[in-house]
C-alpha cells in the first residue's frame, strides 16, 4: 500500500508541475527501464495456463515489485543527494563540525563524501587561524602607542583603537559613527597621504606623524589613519643634537682659546717688563701670529659647520652620469684616476650638489692612494632601479669605520671633517646612501654611492 500511495503522489506531482523534479525523474525513468521486463512477464503470465487467481496475484506481486524497485532506487539517490546539501549547507553557515560517515574511496559518491569533509576541515582551519590572527591584531591595535582610525567612504568613523580613544579623550561608543570633521581629523584626510602635521587634540597637542592609506571592505573603499606623536622622540632628537653640538663646538672652542690665553698671557708679560728683552719684538711678533692662526682655524670651523647646517635642497634635473663623472676625474691631477666606463646612465641629481660629492670622495680617494703610492679606480653599473658608483683607492685603508660620518671628525692633519658628512648628507637628499669600507681583493677603501636611476 506504501509503495502505491508513493506512486499515486509521484503522480501528482507530474500532474501539477509543468517540469517534474530531479526524484520524480529518476523514479519514471527506472519504471521505464523495467517496462519491458514486467510487460513480458505479464503476457507470459496472462498468455500461459494459469488460474485467475494465480494470474492477478502474480501481476499484483509482479507490479509490486516493479514499482517498490523504482522507489527504491529513488530513495537511494535522493537521500545521498540531501546529505551532500546538508553538508554544503552547514558549510554555508559557518558550521564545519558535520561530517559525512561511510566513505569510500573505491566508490565515485565516497569521494565526493570525502572531499567535501576535507572542504569542511580546510575551511574550519582557515576560520580558526583568521579568528586567531583577528584576536592578535585586536590585541596589537590595543597596545600599541600609535591612535589608529578607519573611515568609511563617507568619512565617517568606523574603528578606532584604545590610543585614538585616549587621543580624542571619549570612548569608542561615543566616537564611532561620527564625522572626520567633528573629530578634527578632517585635514588628515586631504592631501598628501603622508607628512608631519602640527595639530591641536583633547588628549595631547604637538608635532604629529600623519600617514593614510585606503583599502577595502565588502568592496567599499575605506581609509587608514595613523597619527604618531613625534614632540617627545623630537624633543629627545633635538636634546642630544644640542649635546653634540656643544660638545663640538666646547672642544674646538677650547683647542682655539686656551692656546690664544696662554700667549696672551705671556705677551702681556713681556710687555710689562722693564727694561723689555732685546728679542722682545720677535717674541710679540710670533705670539701674534700664533694667535691670529687659531684664530683663522676657528674661523675655517665655524665656516665649515655653516656650509654643513645650510645645505639646501637639490633641484633635480637629468644629469649625464659619465660626463659628470668625467668632468670631476679631469679636475683631479695628482693622480689620474681610472675611469672604467660602465653603461649611459642618466640620473635626476642637483648638478652642482653630486660634482661636490663626487669631488669630495675623489679627493679622499687621492689622499689615500699618495700615502702609498697606488692608484684609484671609478667604476659603475645599474642594479635593479639604482645606480651603483664605486671610487677604489689602494690607500692604507680603514684602520676606524665608526667615527667616519661624526661632523668634524678627521684623521687628516689639514682636515675639517666635514667632506664625508657633506657627501652622505648630499646622498641622502638625492634619496640614495653612501658608505666606506676596506678592499677584500687588496689594501685599500672603497666608497660605495647609491642612487635611484
Same mark, same amino acid.
Given at each position: 500500500?506504501?509503495?502505491?500511495? !508513493?506512486?499515486?503522489?509521484?503522480?501528482?506531482?507530474?500532474?501539477?508541475?509543468?517540469?517534474?523534479?530531479?526524484?520524480?525523474?529518476?523514479?519514471?525513468?527506472?519504471?521505464?527501464?523495467?517496462?519491458?521486463?514486467?510487460?513480458?512477464?505479464?503476457?507470459?503470465?496472462?498468455?500461459?495456463?494459469?488460474?485467475?487467481?494465480?494470474?492477478?496475484?502474480?501481476?499484483?506481486?509482479?507490479?509490486?515489485?516493479?514499482?517498490?524497485?523504482?522507489?527504491?532506487?529513488?530513495?537511494?539517490?535522493?537521500?545521498?543527494?540531501?546529505?551532500?546539501?546538508?553538508?554544503?549547507?552547514?558549510?554555508?553557515?559557518?558550521?564545519?563540525?558535520?561530517?559525512?560517515?561511510?566513505?569510500?574511496?573505491?566508490?565515485?559518491?565516497?569521494?565526493?563524501?570525502?572531499?567535501?569533509?576535507?572542504?569542511?576541515?580546510?575551511?574550519?582551519?582557515?576560520?580558526?587561524?583568521?579568528?586567531?590572527?583577528?584576536?592578535?591584531?585586536?590585541?596589537?591595535?590595543?597596545?600599541?602607542?600609535?591612535?589608529?582610525?578607519?573611515?568609511?567612504?563617507?568619512?565617517?568613523?568606523?574603528?578606532?583603537?584604545?590610543?585614538?580613544?585616549?587621543?580624542?579623550?571619549?570612548?569608542?561608543?561615543?566616537?564611532?559613527?561620527?564625522?572626520?570633521?567633528?573629530?578634527?581629523?578632517?585635514?588628515?584626510?586631504?592631501?598628501?597621504?603622508?607628512?608631519?602635521?602640527?595639530?591641536?587634540?583633547?588628549?595631547?597637542?604637538?608635532?604629529?606623524?600623519?600617514?593614510?592609506?585606503?583599502?577595502?571592505?565588502?568592496?567599499?573603499?575605506?581609509? !587608514?589613519?595613523?597619527?604618531?606623536?613625534?614632540?617627545?622622540?623630537?624633543?629627545?632628537?633635538?636634546?642630544?643634537?644640542?649635546?653634540?653640538?656643544?660638545?663640538?663646538?666646547?672642544?674646538?672652542?677650547?683647542?682655539?682659546?686656551?692656546?690664544?690665553?696662554?700667549?696672551?698671557?705671556?705677551?702681556?708679560?713681556?710687555?710689562?717688563?722693564?727694561?723689555?728683552?732685546?728679542?722682545?719684538?720677535?717674541?710679540?711678533?710670533?705670539?701674534?701670529?700664533?694667535?691670529?692662526?687659531?684664530?683663522?682655524?676657528?674661523?675655517?670651523?665655524?665656516?665649515?659647520?655653516?656650509?654643513?647646517?645650510?645645505?639646501?635642497?637639490?633641484?633635480?634635473?637629468?644629469?649625464?652620469?659619465?660626463?659628470?663623472?668625467?668632468?670631476?676625474?679631469?679636475?683631479?691631477?695628482?693622480?689620474?684616476?681610472?675611469?672604467?666606463?660602465?653603461?649611459?646612465?642618466?640620473?635626476?641629481?642637483?648638478?652642482?650638489?653630486?660634482?661636490?660629492?663626487?669631488?669630495?670622495?675623489?679627493?679622499?680617494?687621492?689622499?689615500?692612494?699618495?700615502?702609498?703610492?697606488?692608484?684609484?679606480?671609478?667604476?659603475?653599473?645599474?642594479?635593479?632601479?639604482?645606480?651603483?658608483?664605486?671610487?677604489?683607492?689602494?690607500?692604507?685603508?680603514?684602520?676606524?669605520?665608526?667615527?667616519?660620518?661624526?661632523?668634524?671628525?678627521?684623521?687628516?692633519?689639514?682636515?675639517?671633517?666635514?667632506?664625508?658628512?657633506?657627501?652622505?648628507?648630499?646622498?641622502?637628499?638625492?634619496?640614495?646612501?653612501?658608505?666606506?669600507?676596506?678592499?677584500?681583493?687588496?689594501?685599500?677603501?672603497?666608497?660605495?654611492?647609491?642612487?635611484?636611476?
Amino acid at each position: 500500500m506504501d509503495c502505491i500511495k !508513493l506512486m499515486a503522489r509521484e503522480l501528482r506531482s507530474a500532474a501539477t508541475h509543468r517540469k517534474p523534479s530531479f526524484e520524480s525523474r529518476v523514479f519514471w525513468l527506472t519504471v521505464l527501464t523495467g517496462f519491458p521486463g514486467s510487460l513480458t512477464a505479464l503476457l507470459l503470465l496472462w498468455l500461459g495456463n494459469y488460474d485467475s487467481k494465480t494470474q492477478w496475484t502474480g501481476t499484483f506481486f509482479l507490479v509490486l515489485f516493479w514499482i517498490g524497485c523504482a522507489l527504491t532506487v529513488r530513495e537511494k539517490i535522493r537521500f545521498p543527494l540531501q546529505t551532500l546539501s546538508n553538508l554544503l549547507a552547514a558549510i554555508r553557515e559557518g558550521d564545519y563540525s558535520i561530517r559525512a560517515r561511510r566513505t569510500r574511496r573505491d566508490d565515485a559518491l565516497g569521494e565526493v563524501m570525502i572531499e567535501l569533509n576535507a572542504l569542511g576541515e580546510s575551511l574550519r582551519s582557515r576560520r580558526l587561524d583568521a579568528i586567531e590572527a583577528t584576536a592578535l591584531l585586536s590585541k596589537v591595535m590595543a597596545e600599541i602607542d600609535v591612535a589608529v582610525f578607519t573611515f568609511d567612504g563617507e568619512q565617517r568613523l568606523r574603528l578606532v583603537n584604545r590610543a585614538g580613544e585616549r587621543l580624542l579623550s571619549q570612548p569608542s561608543e561615543r566616537l564611532l559613527g561620527r564625522a572626520a570633521d567633528e573629530l578634527g581629523l578632517s585635514d588628515c584626510l586631504q592631501d598628501e597621504p603622508a607628512r608631519t602635521m602640527q595639530m591641536t587634540f583633547p588628549g595631547g597637542m604637538g608635532r604629529w606623524g600623519m600617514r593614510r592609506s585606503t583599502f577595502r571592505e565588502h568592496g567599499i573603499p575605506h581609509q !587608514l589613519l595613523v597619527l604618531t606623536d613625534l614632540s617627545r622622540t623630537l624633543r629627545e632628537e633635538e636634546r642630544q643634537a644640542w649635546q653634540r653640538l656643544l660638545r663640538v663646538l666646547g672642544h674646538e672652542l677650547n683647542n682655539s682659546l686656551a692656546p690664544i690665553k696662554s700667549i696672551a698671557g705671556s705677551l702681556e708679560s713681556l710687555l710689562a717688563k722693564e727694561p723689555p728683552p732685546e728679542d722682545w719684538k720677535e717674541d710679540m711678533r710670533g705670539g701674534l701670529t700664533v694667535i691670529a692662526a687659531r684664530t683663522e682655524a676657528l674661523g675655517r670651523f665655524m665656516s665649515a659647520y655653516s656650509q654643513l647646517a645650510r645645505l639646501p635642497q637639490p633641484r633635480l634635473q637629468p644629469v649625464d652620469l659619465k660626463a659628470s663623472i668625467q668632468r670631476v676625474v679631469d679636475l683631479e691631477t695628482r693622480i689620474p684616476a681610472v675611469t672604467l666606463a660602465g653603461d649611459f646612465l642618466t640620473v635626476r641629481a642637483d648638478g652642482d650638489q653630486f660634482d661636490q660629492l663626487l669631488i669630495n670622495l675623489l679627493r679622499n680617494a687621492v689622499d689615500a692612494s699618495l700615502e702609498t703610492g697606488g692608484g684609484v679606480t671609478v667604476r659603475w653599473h645599474k642594479t635593479g632601479s639604482h645606480i651603483e658608483l664605486h671610487i677604489e683607492d689602494e690607500g692604507p685603508g680603514l684602520s676606524n669605520t665608526t667615527n667616519l660620518f661624526v661632523p668634524f671628525f678627521t684623521t687628516k692633519p689639514q682636515g675639517s671633517g666635514i667632506g664625508l658628512v657633506l657627501s652622505r648628507q648630499i646622498a641622502e637628499a638625492h634619496g640614495g646612501s653612501l658608505s666606506l669600507e676596506n678592499r677584500v681583493d687588496c689594501s685599500g677603501c672603497v666608497a660605495k654611492l647609491r642612487i635611484p636611476a
